[in-house]
């Protein structure tokens, strides 16, 4: 992997590691002051520090300090910050016009970047999208257009998934703490089923895709009735829910019981999608061609853009003037997709996020094996975890997840936590980030781990 600085339009910002104050340094703090005086206390805090400029593989903050960024803002800014393409073409964009409703005069942006999902995306059918603001947005419109395809209403979901912060998809969401406590009451017509979660699976991983897809279609066919379901709503490889890779042979089986009952099938590909785990998307991993496919986050390179994307016959199932929003699939939005989706091609992004799983996930496996607070590596490509457990048990270990993603933040890695017990550490670096920072990082992961 060549280090960012070799790249074409990599960004001026030095790849490096620097810490010039404690972490939050001075300036983050009177921010966070600020912060705290007028922004909704709703609004959570991962690491205490503000940023001041960001690109390739670091964040630097206002005092100075310069982070590894395993994070990508939650695996949105796969092409790096700012990066070249997005930001010539979002630029040019803003110059010509910034708004004008696709629904009142459409702009060419917005069929550029339908014609790329379609070319993108599984499965060679016709296709269609739709393109809204958020991913929340897209998994809602996917659940409208099931329904007004299928003339059916249910939607069916697995444990530990995660589809948003809206009614609906808070409805969708499996975490009560902090998505839904006391936020309900949540949209009807929604059923949870087993998820194939390899590592906490009862009888064991060898047994869990089989058992879990039968315990999953049982629940359907006897609580739901097949024929009442419009949609089931899937995360390839989930990830609030804690980067759980389905056990091999899981969504197969799954994808085929939806065929032949004509439910639609969603791969909700929000966080997975767009060459994080090494593929365009991933569900071709296993070969699926989903119905339809929700996107958003690695998408535009940090810019506000989601999409569905599907089957032309389901697409258009949704009469003319129901679906739509007044900014989704705005031109400068577009524009910086089309930026990053061109980067992604010309890197080979998919092909960087593989190097990263080759680069770290042998030496996350060797830290399981000297720290026996990891109980699971998992992951594909550049959308890695690790499990936290009480050694010698699978307790989850919440609490030394976040001492220890603290104690990495105060040496300059920024890492995210996750899952359902709040007990997963997970990577999600940008693709074009340089093989140096990534094993420093492991460093810095590896000292975190020894003082914890
Ligand atoms: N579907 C699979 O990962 C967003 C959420 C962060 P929005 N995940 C990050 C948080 O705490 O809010 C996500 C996802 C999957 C849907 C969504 C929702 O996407 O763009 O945040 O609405």
Sequence with gaps: ???????????????????????????????????????????????????????????EDVDGNSFIDFGSGIAVTSVGNSAEAVVRRAS???RDYTHTCVMVTPYEPYVAVCEELAEVTPGDHEKKSVLLNSGAEAVENAVKIARAHTGRQAVVVFDHGYHGRTNLTMALTAKNMPYKHGFG?????????????????????????????AQAI???????????????????????????????????????????????????????????????????????VPDLITTAKGIAGGLPLAAVTGRAEIMDAAHSGGLGGTYGGNPVACAAALGSIETMREQDLAARARRVEEVM?????????????????RGRGAMLAIELVQPGTKEPAPQATTALAKACHQRGLLVLTTGTYGNVMRFLPPLVIGEDLLNEGL?????ALGQL
């Design 443 to 447: 460093d810095v992961l590896e000292e």
């Design 361 to 377: 996930k042998p030496r996350l496996e060797k830290l399981a094996g000297e720290f026996d607070v990891i109980g699971d590596v």
């Design 185 to 213: 009451p949540f949209a009807p017509e929604v059923y949870r089923v087993p998820m194939a979660y390899p590592y906490r699976w009862l009888t064991g991983p060898e047994n869990c895709a089989e058992e879990a897809a």
């Design 218 to 288: 049982d629940q359907i066919t006897k609580q739901v009735g097949a024929d009442n379901v419009a949609a089931i709503v899937v995360e390839p490889v989930l990830g609030e829910g804690g980067f759980i890779v389905p056990a091999r042979g899981f969504l197969p089986r799954i994808a085929q019981f939806a065929k032949d009952n004509g439910i639609v099938f969603v791969a909700d590909e929000i966080q997975s999608g767009f060459c994080r785990t090494g593929q365009w998307f991933a569900c071709e991993d296993e070969g699926i």
């Design 1 to 59: 992997m060549t280090a960012m600085s070799d790249l074409p339009g990599g960004p001026a910002l030095p790849q490096e590691r620097r810490l010039v104050t404690a972490v939050p340094g001075p300036k983050s703090q009177e921010l966070m002051a600020r912060k705290q005086a007028v922004v909704a206390d709703g609004i959570g805090t991962v690491m205490p520090v503000f940023v001041r400029r960001a690109g390739g593989g670091v964040l």
């Design 92 to 94: 040019e964009q803003l």
